[in-house]
């Protein structure tokens, strides 16, 4: 049993868009800094998004201005809206909690993006 969970991924047409939820069964996101990241086949892992415990976000450069980082209060999640999708954003997905004294992963959720 995992502290996080991704879900929202799927098959899209490129311009379409995508909403990706990380939740976690505890409260260390209060504590945290959560971020959004991918790997591709072939590629390295990549920091996508990311948000602090204080609101403030940065983006990968590929991604700013399509994608957005945000708290769910009500959900108890960080969510990733994707919109104008690209072949390229091809990729699982994997959110990641850093909390300073432990680093946690989700399992990922695969995002396809393709004609």
């Known amino acids: 049993q995992g502290q996080l969970e991704e879900s929202g991924g799927g098959l899209v047409q490129p311009g379409g868009s995508l909403r990706l939820s990380c939740a976690a069964s505890?409260?260390?996101?209060?504590?945290?800094?959560t971020s959004w990241y991918r790997q591709a086949p072939g590629r390295q892992r990549e920091l996508v998004a990311g948000?602090?415990?204080?609101?403030?976000?940065n983006y990968a450069d590929s991604v700013k201005g399509r994608f957005t980082i945000y708290r769910d209060y009500a959900k108890n999640t960080v969510d990733l809206q994707m919109n104008s999708l690209k072949p390229g954003d091809t990729a699982v997905y994997y959110c990641?909690?850093?909390?300073?004294?432990?680093?946690?992963w989700g399992q990922g959720t695969q995002v396809t993006v393709s004609s």
């Open positions: 505890g409260s260390i996101f209060s504590l945290a800094v």
């Open positions: 990641n909690v850093v909390t300073g004294w432990a680093n946690y």
């Open positions: 948000i602090s415990t204080g609101g403030s976000t």
